[in-house]
């Protein structure tokens, strides 16, 4: 197929769209980061477990899909604050390998768990089941078509993204975020309720990764106990290529990794299999040639 | 009349593991002093502060502060009840704006009117930090620093400011510029306890002193006292 203007933009758009859902999955990773120096491995799981709750709640409860989404999107973000109170809050002092067990401990627990509770059988999370066909609907733009859908994923992105800059640059709570990434102590001195915050965090991250699963549901219509892994591990590495750490960062690295991945395929299609290899050997020359990342500050041990 | 006493800590025991760095030791603060703890490295004075401020376990004793028992309060509480640390080292948020930092202080407080109000008396204090609003900690001199470390203490508004190592690092002449502004701070009825390697000048502003040696109370006593012991001149102010 020759690369035309329209193909072109139309890649253009699926890397955007691609690049904002790592981008939103690879922010709850690098605030956990940020925070704790834990890579949370159950951080895609809640991205799967969210996706589920938004699920039954359109096939089980009954819910409008848009409230379903709702409180798919809040039961991730208290799945998140209970995974911390459950299994990193005892561990707050402990070597940081042994929360990086548990963590992938967690993981596996997820995994179990949708497995035994939800079945391993994948369901569909096509429309008009779950959301109204409204959103498959095409847009001609010039001589691009474009879903709806695509819109209404990357206006919730950006929506998203707005919301978290603005929580963490402009509320006390994210300045006490922001200040608790560079001093635990010194943040607890200040009279600021350290545990809580770290909860917080972990809320808010989990919400977006429960947001960034039911869009990803929408856009890949597959709903199954192992479906965080992948994504998870490409925003992972996101969040890796943009500077673990730092928010920008990961949004940066996802839209970067997004656009890297679907151009890929559609300049070299005939490497369109090996798709998810791309991300891995970005991820090796990251960590060869700049570790700290694209925004990243340097890697600094804490004294 | 007896003095009244804001801080009183009985048989304070403290261990790093196995270390047993605080040994049974206590200290008492009376309510609008400045009192001085002395001693070299590793005599147990930071470990003294880091368990009042609750960021160390005590392993046994007692902290009273305005007679309530306060042992092993998690940090955060101590602020809210009226003690503020100026931790050694500064430590101050390198990320955040000065603004950010002194917010930092006042992160539990509701009361914005009279923030802004503090926030105006911390600017008499130190005039250099408002034209520094702006900028981000870590572009801070070390002396700014330092002013910055004690700014975000006052924003609490605490009755019991403590101070570690306060003049350590700075050069002469801000060295006296702090020890002025310990002075001023206790003169407006703020209490003082101030931990300093810096014998002879923590002496001369405070109006009692303990002597720390490896986790003990060596010696203590009204600081004109102390300035005139023997074993004091000869072991901390290196006069002889």
Do not use: C
């Not at chain 1, 990357?154 to 929580?167: K, P």
């Not at chain 1, 991945?261 to 050997?281: C, H, K, N, S, T």
């Not at chain 2, 030791?25 to 003294?48: C, D, H, Q, S």
């Not at chain 2, 160390?56 to 028992?69: M, N, P, T």
């Amino acid at each position: 197929m020759r690369m035309t203007l329209p193909i072109f933009l139309q890649n253009l758009a699926n890397g955007i769209l691609l690049g904002g859902l790592y981008a939103l999955i690879a922010i709850g990773y690098s605030m956990v980061y940020g925070i704790l120096r834990l890579i949370n491995f159950a951080h895609g799981d809640v991205f799967m477990m969210g996706t589920y709750f938004a699920f039954y709640g359109v096939t089980l409860f009954l819910l409008p899909w848009w409230l379903a989404f709702v409180v798919a999107i809040i039961g991730a973000g208290i799945l998140g604050f209970l995974i911390d109170r459950i299994a990193y809050k005892p561990l707050r002092n402990a070597p940081r390998i042994s929360s990086l067990i548990t963590a992938i401990g967690m993981s596996i627990f997820l995994e179990s768990l949708a497995v035994v509770i939800f079945g391993g059988i994948p369901k569909s999370f096509a429309p008009p089941r779950i959301y109204p066909k409204f959103f498959s609907k095409m847009l001609q733009i010039g001589s691009v078509r474009v879903q709806i859908l695509t819109f209404f994923i990357l206006g919730i992105t950006a929506l998203l993204i707005i919301f978290l800059i603005w929580f963490v640059y402009k509320t006390k709570i994210g300045m006490a975020m922001r200040a608790i990434s560079t001093d635990i102590a010194t943040t607890a001195l200040m009279g600021v309720n350290v545990d809580l915050v770290i909860g917080i965090t972990f809320a808010i991250g989990s919400a977006l990764a429960g947001a960034g699963g039911i869009l990803w549901a929408m856009k890949y219509p597959n709903v199954n106990p192992y479906m965080g892994f992948m994504p998870g591990l490409k925003a992972f590495i996101a969040a890796v290529i943009g500077g673990i750490g730092s928010i920008q960062g990961a949004m940066l690295g996802g839209f970067l990794l997004g656009m890297i991945e679907i151009m890929l395929v559609a300049f070299l299609p005939r490497f369109a299999g090996y798709r998810d290899i791309f991300a891995f050997i970005i991820l090796i020359i990251i960590l060869m040639y700049k570790p700290s990342g694209i925004l990243g500050a340097k890697l600094e041990e804490k004294v | 009349m007896p003095e009244k006493l804001i801080l009183e800590i009985e048989g304070l025991h403290v261990y790093y593991g196995n270390i047993h760095a605080v040994k049974g030791i206590n200290i008492k603060v009376p309510e609008g002093k400045i009192v001085t703890l002395i001693g070299a490295n590793g005599a147990g004075k930071t470990t003294t502060l880091s368990t009042i401020a609750g960021l160390v376990k005590a392993r046994r004793g007692k902290i009273l502060f305005e007679g309530e028992d306060v042992t092993n309060k998690p940090a955060h509480q101590i602020v809210e009840r009226g003690i503020a640390l100026v931790p050694e080292g500064r430590r101050i948020f390198p990320n955040l704006t000065v603004y950010e930092n002194l917010m930092m202080g006042a992160f539990n407080r509701k009361d914005e009117e009279d923030v802004k109000k503090d926030l105006e008396w911390v600017f008499e204090l130190f005039p250099r930090l408002k034209e520094r609003l702006s900028q981000k900690g870590g572009t801070l001199s070390g002396g700014e620093q330092q002013m910055l470390a004690i700014s975000r203490a006052l924003m609490s508004r605490p009755k019991l400011l403590m101070m570690d190592e306060p003049s350590l690092g700075l050069a002469p002449l801000l060295v006296k510029e702090v020890f002025e502004v310990i002075r001023v701070i206790n003169s407006q009825g703020t209490s003082i306890l101030l931990v300093e390697q810096n014998a002879l000048a923590a002496l001369k502003v405070s109006n009692y002193g303990y002597v720390l040696e490896t986790g003990n109370i060596r010696l203590e006593g009204p600081s004109s006292e102390l300035l005139n012991n023997e074993e004091v001149k000869n072991a901390y102010l290196g006069v002889s």
